[in-house]
């Protein structure tokens, strides 16, 4: 059980944009060092964005209604999603 979800989790991520940008970067540069320093700091910068933004936007949204924006966002690309499968 515990291969089964770590292979569809590393499936899952080698189709990622920026895995695939990563390893890319690796096979252009041959610096493993610097290309993950590079990766790394890129994805703290964005989880650091995250946080930010999602704190001064609570001063202004109740969690509810973020969450329901969240939940409409979702279904609307499920939607646009499930239109362009079926076209």
Request: glycine share 6%.
């Amino acid at each position: 059980m515990v291969a089964t979800s770590f292979a569809v989790v590393a499936l899952a991520e080698f189709g990622d944009l920026t895995q695939v940008v990563t390893a890319n970067l690796e096979a252009k540069y041959h610096d493993p060092l610097a290309v993950g320093l590079g990766s790394t700091l890129a994805l703290w910068s964005v989880a650091a964005l995250a946080i930010v933004g999602g704190r001064s936007l609570l001063r202004f949204l109740p969690m509810v209604w973020i969450t329901r924006a969240a939940a409409a966002v979702m279904i609307a690309m499920a939607v646009l999603t499930l239109t362009g499968t079926l076209e």
